[in-house]
């Protein structure tokens, strides 16, 4: 799609060798425009870096502007519909994507701006939705499973992705967009069918189950669903969670955008086996963030260890875990050990995994009454994170060179470090005092009363 290799010979010759790597970059062959077209990396849009970043970005400068109501309207109103709608705008905007880049640039970023509006209003409903769906004793699981789609969609992504890009004759890149989009659309149909906004309205479950679901959750006889936000932008528990979901997010978008690059430029991987190798730490977390969340919930079921025991326990493999695996990359990988790169990626989204079951769990059991607002201040942070990341990629990555990219990943393991520690000391999995319903007061005034008989 794009020609990276036209800005490849930006980087002056006196910078590369001056690197402390230099050795690996002069045995290492570096990509060409004759070995680009050959491997498949050949693009035709001639966007600099900064235009690259500025589109990875566009979506968290539109989400930003709307994740904060979307979270408040979500619990206020209910999901179900905000979820549907914006689901059905990026969808349009996906398939809109291919006619817009031909087209022109500037529509293009407008349009993704637009998608991350849409994004801003999606996932708040969803957080929304898992509190009033799902038990405490079985939270991390269900949230596990639920957001399996997730991995499981850059999984088989980066494969069907790099298998469709290698189809020029049927338009390439452009059939990654019609695909996905037309998906999109067609879970949209799924979902207002059989969607509800909580068990009381589903036609979907039995009666035991709508009563078992109900009793698990917080009692309604509330004075007011006024929304605490003092307390919430007070609380060190509510920081500590939105911090750890700044660090996830900051993260997971240089692994998610810039990861084939990674392959690309210091591995050196045609695209075919890019896809492949991209895919693996999304894998990963799909195979053993469920197997976390197993784990978690039979301690918490089992009472082997508090609920604020067990989510710091799997944010310390979360945060900690990952650091080292970034750490192992910046220092010990190079072209020659291809084979580490893919096992501490594959480590890496083993241990991002486990912060499902700590600070995303943390997230829906501070406040399960206002799980949406908390939803949309970690998203907020999120969204922050996204991008911001892309800006700081650019300016620390300008030519890709191995030493460029330890730097990135001593960021990433920096920023893991720094506020998985914060929720070690400030975390936990207990509802708040200001989180929990206050109960109407019934009030009893005595009334006495004189009868007076008369008696004839």
């Given at each position: 799609m794009v020609n990276n290799t036209a800005y490849a010979a930006a980087a002056p010759r006196t910078i590369l060798a001056n690197h402390s790597r230099s050795l690996s970059e002069d045995t290492c062959a570096a990509v060409d425009d004759g070995d680009a077209a050959e491997s498949g990396y050949k693009g035709t849009f001639l966007w600099d870096p900064n235009m690259q970043s500025n589109l990875v970005s566009a979506t968290a400068y539109g989400a930003m502007i709307t994740i904060l109501p979307a979270g408040y309207l979500a619990?206020?109103?209910?999901?179900?519909?905000?979820?549907l709608t914006s689901s059905v705008i990026i969808a349009s905007a996906t398939l809109l994507t291919p006619f817009l880049a031909v087209f022109n640039f500037y529509a293009l970023f407008v349009t993704r701006v637009i998608m991350g509006f849409a994004f801003g209003f999606a996932i708040p409903p969803v957080s929304s939705l898992a509190a009033r769906w799902f038990p405490a004793e079985e939270r991390s699981s269900l949230l596990a499973l639920v957001t399996s789609g997730?991995?499981?969609?850059?999984?088989?992504?980066?494969?069907?992705?790099s298998s469709l890009c290698q189809l020029e004759s049927l338009g390439g890149w452009k059939l990654i967009f019609y695909l996905f989009g037309a998906l999109s659309l067609t879970w949209c149909v799924i979902w207002y069918i059989i969607s509800s906004n909580g068990p009381n309205?589903?036609?979907?479950?039995?009666d035991e189950e709508r009563i078992y679901i109900m009793a698990s959750m917080p009692q309604k006889n509330a004075v007011s669903r006024k929304v605490p936000w003092c307390s919430i932008l007070t609380s060190l528990a509510v920081h500590s969670v939105l911090l750890v979901?700044?660090?996830?997010?900051?993260?997971?978008?240089?692994?998610?955008?810039y990861l084939p690059a990674f392959f690309r430029d210091v591995l050196h991987l045609p695209l075919k086996y890019n896809g492949l190798c991209s895919m693996l730490p999304f894998f990963c977390e799909l195979m053993f963030k469920n197997v976390f969340a197993m784990i978690a919930d039979y301690l918490k079921r089992h009472n082997v260890l508090s609920d604020t025991v067990v989510v710091k326990i799997f944010q310390a493999i979360g945060s900690y875990g990952t650091a080292l695996s970034m750490v192992g990359i910046a220092l010990f990988v190079d072209c020659h050990r291809i084979w580490l790169a893919i096992l501490l990626l594959a480590c890496h989204g083993m241990c991002?995994?486990?912060?499902?079951?700590?600070?995303?769990?943390?997230?829906?059991?501070?406040?399960?009454?206002?799980?949406?607002?908390?939803?949309?201040?970690?998203?907020?942070?999120?969204?922050?994170?996204?991008?911001t990341a892309p800006s700081v990629f650019a300016y620390v990555n300008p030519f890709g060179t191995s030493d460029d990219w330890s730097t990135v990943f001593l960021i990433c393991a920096f920023i893991y470090v720094s506020f998985g520690t914060l929720f070690m000391v400030c975390g936990s999995a207990e509802v708040q005092p200001w989180a929990r319903p206050k109960?109407?007061?019934?009030?009893?005034?005595?009334?006495?009363?004189e009868v007076e008989v008369t008696v004839r």
């Open positions: 619990d206020r109103f209910g999901p179900r519909f905000m979820l997730l991995q499981l969609s850059m999984t088989l992504g980066g494969v069907i992705s309205s589903s036609k979907w479950i039995s979901q700044f660090s996830f997010a900051f993260v997971a978008t240089i692994i998610q955008f991002f995994s486990a912060g499902v079951s700590g600070s995303f769990t943390s997230s829906l059991s501070i406040a399960p009454r206002f799980a949406g607002v908390i939803s949309s201040l970690c998203m907020f942070w999120g969204m922050l994170a996204a991008g109960q109407k007061v019934s009030t009893v005034i005595p009334i006495s009363v």
